[in-house]
């Protein structure tokens, strides 16, 4: 195949030309979401020869989908978006290296995706998402173009873009109500057009020309073909380092156990149950496997566990067995589950299920 | 003539998307919110506010000039 005559009409611009086509290839772009602004955004950066381009997206194509998603053909339906996608991109330009990550952006895999691509494209549909997007490619030092439509309007910007402002120097308060295509409505021509500008201002950056949309929110209006642009400034508190992002993003979760579902692993020596209660409180509950370190003494304990064991805190209520599963996984233990409702509902199980 | 903008979930409250107000004394861009929060209970509503394409905090002391535009823009979710 002859990678000249494909993209001859744009290497025959002054702007481009054979320099500007390299640059093409050797870009690699992330693209977040293949649904109406992935499905504008994605034909062009392949056809334009995008040397590398990733698309995360975990959903499955559905029906409702197609008046907007125009990349998915009706016998799809129930298919992987990012892998029908990919599909349709190694269709179109078998030149470009693409890559389908069916799986959900989190705060587990934004960071490791991040850093094998140049750009990151938000082409999602919820806030929630474009915040981790934002606070994601600070951390991996990416610009980010974002686009998002409400009905009949769009917005394009492109934030981080040399040290540029971020989504959250426009938007600081994470408001998450605010209503995406489902909830809204949306023409497909509308998510066009936006996904169509963020492309634009991908291939821009890739090329080095024109004027990039940072610290710049451009609004268009397809009823009435209006477009308007907005100046903002980058605020200096809007940064954020790797570790408050795995803080925020990271925290490890506390899992709650029902009593009733380790009643049989009472007195089984793998396991350990410990009452983080103080020793003066009552209802005193004892058995085999089951030793008592106040919460107070519990970090200084600490060298005494064994982090791989599977590990049962309760306290009273089911309140101060959290912060110990906690302050256990800070410790890196692996096994460590909080006992709901505490002793109170332990004792009440014990004396009418077994008598101990 | 003071021209306000409403975009996306704001121009839904006020139910237009922009109209042209008019004051017998100098008003700040404050007062103006004020007024307008009472007259469309934005209430939870998030949005930025610009002056003459440029955004602003808003409660920033500025009073407005005959034939400013002002432009409340919401964030925007679809995709």
Known sequence: MNADNRYNRQIILPEIGENGQQKLAAAKVLVIGAGGLGAAILPYLASAGVGEIGIVDHDVIEVSNLQRQVIYKTDAVGKSKAKEAKVMISDLNPLVKVKAIAEKLSGKNALSLFYNYDIIVDATDNIAIKYLINDACLVANKPMVYGSIFRFQGQVSVFNYQDGPTYRCLYPEENLDTLNCEEAGVLGVSVGIIGMFQANEVLKMILGIGEVLSGKILVYDTLHNEQQKYDFDKSDFQTISREAFEEKYNKAEIEEVNFEFVLDEINKDEILFIDIRNIDESPKISFKNQIQIPLMNLEKEIERLDKNQVIYVFCQSGIRSKIAVELLQKHRFKNIKSIAGGALAMKQLLTTEINL | ?79
């Open chain 2, 1 to 79: 003539m003071i021209e306000v903008k409403y975009f996306g979930a704001v121009a839904e409250k006020t139910k237009c998307e922009f109209e042209k107000l008019s004051f017998s004394e100098e008003v700040s861009l404050q007062k103006l919110l004020q007024d307008l929060n009472e007259k469309y209970a934005f209430e939870s509503l998030t949005f930025r506010v610009a002056v003459n394409q440029k955004i602003v905090s808003k409660t920033s002391d500025y009073t407005l000039q005959t034939s400013d535009i002002v432009a409340l823009l919401p964030p925007f979710a679809g995709g």
